[in-house]
């Protein structure tokens, strides 16, 4: 029966010659696929049911909320807010970003009423909201901030369940600009200042900006674009990405990262000036490129989650597949003593992690061995090949071979290939005999 579907799938057994190899191709398959750190993403505040599926869960940490008291951090506070347990349960991931500014419809400050008193800043009326905007350059406020960012790095680091964490605290929203009636962006060497705290804080989780800043090329990090389906905006962006430039009456603040995808990943919510059904609705095909041109793994927290239309669930899926990476084993030669196989990326991007790759190979009694393949996910770039073999030692007498990617915050194989191929509890079905 099983074999019967192999067949049915696609999956081609031809005999190589001479070495008591048999060389197994495999068919691709185009359809949107659920995997992690890719995709849709969802507020991690709403527990709603969302029409749509995602990978993520994205939650905004206002300074006030995480150390009401100097020194004392609210980590429970924060967790319980945006329902950290209940989305780990899940095996749904989570991305971070740590603001001092979020324009609201009332006169508030984010900042903790301790830190208020200490630091320089002013309340503003503009057509973002109201708030309270601090001097950036303030020595008070950069010193507590370096604090602050390396609390959340010791709680978060090493947290599986924190996969991207956006460099927020500046500009409002976190958003690395702000309106002139509010204050003025801080200079380069602060700007350097703040991206180094994280940096610091954060040496195994990826980092992400709003903007290519000369820090940010210099460093590595990601970049995310917040007018995601903004036409103008994200051409702009990409320009940025591109050949650099000039940043607020700064000559040459922002560098060209062009190939940064290649190693850092690019997210960012969709625009808020259009809605999502909308922006599908009037969708001629350009969406899709500004997505690939900008080699995106995630869209968030504004994304398509709940987009309820059937008529536009065709078009969601297309675009879909022109975000994040699409890996797949396009090949295997398989004898008694080995595995040889070959990946091959069909996305726009890499998979960011060095996520554990198994075999998991079966004999005829039942026996099961899990044989790790010497690989990193994240140099398998799209339209690129890696070959690898994996020795059988102690299988030789194998039935069948699968192959799984693990997810370190569940143990479990977690990433769907794009290859048409039986599937059970993550694992696809390589070889069988």
Request: contains cysteine; hydrophobic residues 40%; proline residues 5%.
């Amino acid at each position: 029966m099983r074999r019967a579907l192999l067949i049915l799938t696609g999956l081609l057994c031809l005999a190589a010659a001479g070495h008591g190899e048999e060389i197994r191709r495999y068919e691709p398959i185009s359809e949107a696929l659920v995997n992690p750190l890719q995709g849709n993403v969802a507020w991690a505040e709403d527990l709603s049911e969302a029409p749509q599926p995602f990978s993520m869960v994205y939650a905004n940490i206002t300074w006030a909320e995480l150390e009401p008291k100097e020194g004392s951090y609210d980590f429970e506070a924060v967790e319980t807010r945006c329902h950290f347990d209940h989305w780990r349960g899940l095996g749904k991931h989570i991305i971070l970003r740590f603001v001092m500014d979020m324009p609201g419809k009332k006169d508030h400050c984010d900042l903790p009423k301790w830190l208020k008193r200490r630091v320089r800043g002013a309340a503003y009326k503009t057509p973002y909201g109201r708030g309270w905007c601090p001097d950036y350059e303030d020595r008070a406020l950069m010193e507590a901030h370096r604090r602050v960012i390396t609390a959340l790095g010791v709680r978060y680091d090493s947290d599986p369940f924190v996969s991207f964490v956006e460099l927020g605290s500046v500009g409002h929203w976190g958003e690395w600009h702000v309106h002139e009636k509010a204050g003025a962006m801080p200079g380069s060497e602060a700007r350097r200042q703040y991206i180094r705290d994280y940096v610091d804080a954060f040496p195994k989780t990826l980092l992400m900006m709003r903007r290519p800043f000369d820090a940010a090329a210099e460093l590595g990090l990601g970049l995310f674009n917040d007018a995601s389906g903004d036409i103008r905006e994200t051409l702009q962006w990409l320009d940025w990405i591109e050949n650099g430039g000039d940043y607020e009456g700064e000559t040459g603040g922002l560098s060209a990262m062009h190939e940064a995808w290649k190693t850092a990943p690019i997210g960012g919510e969709l625009t808020t000036a259009v809605d999502p059904e909308t922006l599908l609705r009037e969708d001629d095909g350009l969406l899709e490129k500004l997505f690939r041109l900008s080699h995106t793994s995630w869209i968030g927290p504004n994304s398509f989650t709940q987009v309820e239309d059937d008529a536009l669930q065709e078009a969601l899926d297309r675009l879909m597949t022109n975000v994040g990476s699409r890996l797949w084993v396009s090949e295997s030669r398989v004898s008694d003593q080995r595995f040889v196989l070959t990946l091959e990326n069909d996305g726009v991007a890499p998979f960011y992690y060095a996520w554990p790759v198994r075999l998991r190979a079966a004999d005829s009694i039942g026996n099961v061995k899990i044989f790790d393949v010497n690989v990193d996910l994240r140099s398998v770039l799209p339209g690129e090949q890696l070959t690898v073999a994996v020795p059988l030692n102690g299988m030789e007498d194998w039935t069948t071979i699968e192959i799984g990617v693990i997810d370190p915050m569940t143990g479990r194989s977690a990433l769907r290939l794009a290859m048409d191929v039986p599937v059970q509890e993550g694992w696809h079905m390589l070889a069988e005999r």
